[in-house]
């Protein structure tokens, strides 16, 4: 029996991903600032991470070379955050494995634990059905309205002086 999601959840791996991480390429990345994997992309660069866009349709995402695929990309890559249809997991396990990355993170409503066990065969960490920027932001202290950090937690307004 393959072992549910929340197998690959487990938070001290996430925060050690978070925190280790310098590279990460997103498979399925959109030039559109409308989608979910581009507003998670602009974060994740807000925030120091290296976005590598993995998208054959477009030249350029944020900004950094979009590559047609993983093995495409020239350099090391530390996480593949995918932004595809669960049944897509599988080839993107596989290649994932081929380039040496650190490991796999699959957004919400990825789950596929048949690509979840070719990336763990392969020596991959593996995140499933979690969502790398509001991990990022539970994790590291920076849960708030879009993503930026305005140094204050309080429900009171301040007033007009």
């Given at each position: ?8 959840q ?21 030039a559109?600032v409308?989608?979910?994997s ?7 660069q ?6 590598v ?17 993983l093995?495409?990309?020239p ?8 932004f595809?249809?669960p049944?897509a ?14 490991a796999l993170?699959?957004q919400f ?5 048949e ?8 020596g ?9 920027k ?10 708030h309205?879009?993503?930026f ?5 309080t429900?009171r ?5």
């Amino acid at each position: 029996m393959i072992d549910s999601p929340a197998r690959y959840q487990e938070p001290d791996t996430i925060r050690r991903l978070l925190t280790t991480a310098s590279t990460v390429a997103i498979v399925g990345l959109s030039a559109n600032v409308l989608r979910p994997s581009n507003f998670v992309g602009f974060y994740l660069q807000r925030h120091g991470y290296r976005v590598v866009p993995v998208n054959p349709r477009e030249k350029e995402i944020l900004g950094e070379v979009s590559y047609p695929s993983l093995s495409a990309i020239p350099f090391p890559v530390d996480i593949v955050d995918v932004f595809r249809a669960p049944d897509a997991v599988p080839g993107i396990a596989h290649e994932a494995v081929e380039i040496g990355a650190g490991a796999l993170w699959l957004q919400f409503g990825v789950i596929n634990p048949e690509g979840a066990v070719i990336a763990e065969a392969g020596g991959l960490d593996v995140v499933m059905d979690r969502c790398m920027k509001v991990e990022h932001a539970r994790f590291l202290g920076r849960m708030h309205w879009l993503g930026f950090n305005t140094g204050r937690v309080t429900a009171r307004r301040q007033s007009a002086v």
